[in-house]
């Protein structure tokens, strides 16, 4: 039972325009969402965050939205750049008890000069 | 000023020979964790420490084992490694006070021949 779904694996997108990364969660418990991005042979990095008392979080060309409503979060990256060609992991914690961070299959997202 | 290191980041090993995987963290963080990675799939959550106090997960085979000395560090045992094994190893750390956010080291590549 996958708890948090990132149901595309791949995303192209040109240069400069938009992207827009989804992920959905079935646990209602999960109260903090993150988001990584992963080159090949390294760590994932972390990118952003957001609380669920909160519906958006901005950070420069990073933004994520959150709609508790429908257990969907967003990452939207404008204007986009090749050097954001990468893996891109949306995690989710904050079940009672635990420290634990429950991972999606992660996006492959690749930004076409 | 490197936060969560692994060593080494490329690991070979035979099949059956014991390996150990190191963490070390400079940001004193209470929680580590560990987690194993296949290509394309999501980081799987193998055990983490909450100060000292071990937290396994159900399915974490049993020929996986862990040490943490000391808040700054924290091994991988892996006492008779198979071909199934090979994959990138992530250590992790978290604050827990105020602070969600778990960071990662850099990852140990383990290959088994």
């Known amino acids: 039972d996958q708890q948090v779904k990132q149901n595309s694996p791949s995303l192209s997108v040109q240069e400069g325009r938009i992207s827009i990364l989804n992920c959905d969660y079935t646990?209602?418990?999960?109260?903090?969402f993150l988001w990584y991005k992963k080159y090949p042979a390294e760590g994932p990095t972390f990118l952003i965050s957001?609380?669920?008392?909160?519906d958006k979080n901005e950070d420069g060309r990073f933004t994520v939205f959150l709609n508790k409503s429908a257990k969907h979060l967003s990452l939207h990256i404008v204007p986009s750049q090749p050097g954001d060609s990468a893996v891109y992991f949306c995690?989710?914690?904050?079940?009672?008890?635990?420290?634990?961070?429950?991972f999606g299959t992660g996006t492959r997202l690749k930004v076409l000069a | 000023d490197a936060m969560v290191i692994q060593n080494p980041r490329y690991q070979v090993t035979q099949f059956g020979k014991p390996v150990t995987l190191s963490c070390s963290q400079t940001?004193?963080?209470?929680?580590m964790y560990w987690y194993q990675q296949k290509s394309s799939q999501a980081p799987k959550l193998l055990f983490h420490?909450?100060?000292?106090?071990?937290?396994n997960e159900a399915d974490t085979p049993d020929n996986f084992q862990s040490r943490r000395p000391n808040t700054s560090f924290c091994f991988l045992d892996i006492r008779s490694p198979g071909l199934g094994d090979a994959a990138m190893y992530l250590c992790?750390?978290?604050?827990?006070?105020?602070?969600?956010?778990?960071?990662f080291g850099p990852g140990t590549r383990l290959t088994v021949l």
């Open positions: 992790a750390t978290r604050r827990l006070a105020g602070e969600d956010t778990q960071y």
């Open positions: 646990n209602s418990m999960f109260d903090y």
């Open positions: 957001i609380s669920s008392i909160k």
């Open positions: 995690a989710a914690s904050g079940v009672s008890g635990t420290y634990k961070y429950i």
């Open positions: 940001l004193n963080h209470n929680v």
């Open positions: 420490y909450y100060d000292k106090d071990f937290n």
